[in-house]
């Protein structure tokens, strides 16, 4: 999976590997720069995962805060849910059912609410705090 620039990675015990590049370019530009390299915006299915990725974006010395570009996506047709975790977004790739379809509640902090509507399709990445650590979320 991809987070774009210089590139640090991290692989996982499952086999996943992460990579981050570091670039300021809209989720769409993301997207096509992961497939380029033969992947795709990265997925996070549980907590391990999530450690491996913010493991990752401090080996990268990225500037803090700051937001990458993961798989969330949320289309025009689904619903904000405050009571989901991951409030109506889902992973980009389920729907051929490679990416998890839900998240467990530990992977439901966002650093701020995604805006209420079933009308506007959008995206979401990761935002990690200044020092790391527990300072993370999604964010719309």
Same mark, same amino acid.
């Given at each position: ?38 992947? %795709? ?43 989901? #975790? ?13 990416? #998890? ?12 609410? #995604? ?16 020092? %790391?650590? #527990? ?6």
């Amino acid at each position: 999976a991809c987070a774009l620039g210089r590139a640090a990675v991290r692989c996982g015990a499952a086999g996943a590997c992460f990579s981050a590049h570091l670039a300021n370019v809209s989720y769409a530009e993301a997207r096509g720069a992961c497939g380029q390299r033969g992947g %795709g915006l990265a997925w996070v299915s549980g907590e391990a995962e999530l450690q491996l990725l913010l493991g990752l974006l401090a080996e990268a010395a990225a500037p803090a805060p700051s937001l990458f570009w993961v798989g969330l996506k949320r289309d025009a047709s689904a619903c904000t849910d405050a009571w989901r #975790p991951l409030r109506g977004f889902s992973w980009e790739g389920s729907d051929d059912g490679a990416a #998890p379809q839900e998240a467990p509640a530990a992977l439901g902090r966002w650093a701020k609410e #995604p805006v209420r509507s079933c009308i506007t399709a959008r995206c979401a990445g990761l935002q990690v705090a200044a020092g %790391g650590g #527990p300072g993370w979320g999604w964010r719309e």
